[in-house]
């Protein structure tokens, strides 16, 4: 899968649930939570909606790889290369 | 023949603007149908008609913005047809509590024309959340036209939004439009692109430092009234979470996202279980008088974007399983958030928790939603050395605390239904 392509689709999924963040005014690699401002459940949204988007289990024990928005993009890529 | 109210829908509504009519005149409507949308300070609400019976017409246009009260459309009750030919009084006429609707006075035969003088801006009193249903019959009588009264300075010609096209636009831009009491009828239309919180935000920046958000004047009138009204005492107890928060990670394993538990849930359930044990902290105080709640219905206060906050409620909490709790939870979470919810969901809730989440603070401590008796405030987890036998382990722990109402409970009582609580989640698989 092209990074671009993971990149937007991350990048929509986050709009859905903070439209008024924008992501240029964010740090790409602090805590995803606090910079847009989700919380457990917007997170568990925000994963349940990638996990359907890219056809992975995104199990909880990998949330901690899962932190910053650079982060996720890394773990999303990683994980869509293991696919066929 | 009965009216369709401008319901209220908690203590701490006064108005809403009818934003979409869901049933035509001359349609059925049965007990439950929702049949249309009002805009708060809260959010879209949809609100049910609690008779059958055939809607007559519509007395209030879109995008109008009337008092808590006021009638929104007429109703042929079935009850109504089969009455037709006894003029008896309506049977078990509630009485209206909310502002008196604007009813007019019958037209006085001197009177050339019956212009009815819509009033004064109404009294910003605090409308008494025991309102009866949107319904109340009313006796038949010729019903003159029906003026909307005028609200502050926003004047209530028909405001329609586009040529009916709904406009399109995000449900926080939405949202705060209404807070700012922008007219979206007023907005332009460019290429059809969506409106979004910053063009909201734009058009209001200069009113933006100086005009509270209605929503924060609205949460500021009802805690203001539990404040003076009600004899809160508060209490607070630490509650060992490191057995619901394995339960739900084990439980989590093996399921997909959209199945997941969270702690959240294993609260809810655990305060409506606690509740049945105490009845004295679940129902509502009303005119002088604790009526006590058979069902556990557990209002979840829930932040909102750009800072507003309501706790409508989960339904029979105790009665279902952790999963439908789950459900029902993350359903209503959901539809808060962009901005729909149901008008019983606001006002039937027995009692409320808030929780800070993963991310708050240690402790906090509730303010009493009228005409509840009782709050549970839950902080955020953290690991904290706790003493077992000799020794000091690590457990994750958060503080629970209880504000409750004197004049139903004390703080022994309360004191029990905390540790009750506590016994419930460290037992997350009886839940």
Redesign the interface.
Known sequence: MNDDTIQTALQQELYRI???I?IDDIDLTADL??EF?I????F??L??AL??RFGL?????DYDRMRSFSDLLGYLQAQTDQTP | MSQFLMPSLGADMEAGTLVEKLRNPGERVARGDIIAAVETQKGVIEIEVFEDGVLQEWLVDLETKVDVGTPLAMIQTDHDAATASSASDPPNLPEPQAPEPPNPEAPQPQDPQPNVVPPEEPERQIPEPEVPGPEIPIPEVPQPDIQPPEIGDIALQERRVGDKKRLRITPSARRLAAQRGIDLGTLSHQKDAPFYLQDIAALTQTADATQPSEMRAAIAAAMSRSKREIPHYYLSHRADLTNADEFVSATNATRAPETRLMLGALYLKAIARAVKKFPEFNGHFKDDNFDHSEASHVGLAISLRGGGLVAPAVFDADAQGLDDVMTAMRDLITRVRTGRFRARELTDATITVTSLGERGVDQLYGVIYPPQVAIVGIGTPALTAQVQGEACVPRLTATITLAADHRVSNGRRGGLFLQEIVKHLQNPETL
């Not at chain 1, 919380?39 to 917007?42: A, E, K, L």
């Not at chain 1, 289990?57 to 024990?61: C, G, K, S, T």
């Open positions: 903070a439209p008024d924008d939570r606090e401002d919380d457990s459940m917007d568990l949204n994963v349940t996990g359907k289990e995104m199990p909880e024990a």
